[in-house]
């Protein structure tokens, strides 16, 4: 299933902030005229830019590698797209999160989960709590779809513990798990969680919060499977 509805800008092109910078680090250039043209959707002339920039040990080539798998992504070319991912990693000597994650996500597309699921562990390996967070929520979320809600449950928990508790996708879908193990109050704390971080605006959390509050007040538990998981937490269109 393709996620393209943007709810977390995880994935991005990375502009390099100073002009110091791309007179110092070769293809530093040809990046930003890439850059250019994705900002403008055009993925086509974007990859012939960032073509431009030389092999080499800087971080200019592994960022070309990777902003080329993006501008592949969006032209649902996503096989390619993970072999510049990949290219990308190898660049970097696997030190790439960023990279992992967005290899991950093509992979989820492409129906290959045990491959993302490897590729969404890798990430844990790094300090980047936003990416750290983004990986055991998709992990989570892999785990809740095959059936396996208590695993789902320590994974969406971790999620939240990782993004200092900002993350209503996550208390919503940890609500769930919990709901679905008949800890409805619990539940209900979670879903509560999320329409705040959302400001109202987590359509799902809206739901399962009105249909938990019914289950509680019925002591029944018959249309827990009613209760709504959020999946679109990524998208193909990656941001600055």
């Known amino acids: 299933m393709r996620f393209r509805n943007l709810v977390l800008s995880l994935l991005f092109i990375v502009l390099w902030a100073s002009s110091s910078a791309a007179q110092t680090e ?4 040809a990046i930003k005229r890439g850059n250019k043209k994705f ?7 974007a990859i012939k830019e960032y073509r431009q ?4 040990s800087d971080l200019s ?17 996503t096989d390619e797209a993970i072999t ?15 990279a992992w994650y967005s290899l991950a996500v093509a992979l989820e597309d492409e129906g ?22 983004a990986a055991h929520y998709r992990l989570g979320l892999l785990a809740a779809l095959a059936g396996d809600d208590v695993a789902a449950t320590k994974l969406f928990t971790q999620a939240i513990v990782s993004s200092n508790d900002l993350f209503p996708a996550s208390h919503n879908n940890l609500g769930v798990m919990l709901a679905r193990a008949g800890r409805l109050n619990e539940a209900d704390q979670e879903f509560q969680k999320a329409l705040e971080q959302s400001d109202g605006k987590l359509d799902e959390a809206t739901h399962n919060h009105r249909l938990c509050r019914a ?7 018959a249309e827990i499977a009613s209760l709504r998981l959020v999946a679109a937490e990524t998208g193909r269109r990656l941001l600055k």
């Open 26 to 29: 070769p293809g530093q250039s």
């Open 53 to 56: 920039v030389p092999e080499g």
């Open 61 to 77: 080539y592994s960022q070309a590698l990777y902003n080329i798998g993006v501008c592949n992504y969006e032209l649902w070319h």
């Open 215 to 221: 289950l509680i007040n019925a002591s029944e538990s």
């Open 39 to 45: 900002d403008s959707q055009q993925y086509e002339a």
């Open 112 to 133: 290959r989960t045990a491959e993302a699921s490897e590729a969404y562990r890798e990430v844990l390996n790094f300090r980047d709590a936003v990416y750290v967070a």
């Open 84 to 98: 510049f991912y990949k290219k990308a990693i190898a660049a970097r000597s696997g030190r790439y999160p960023k």
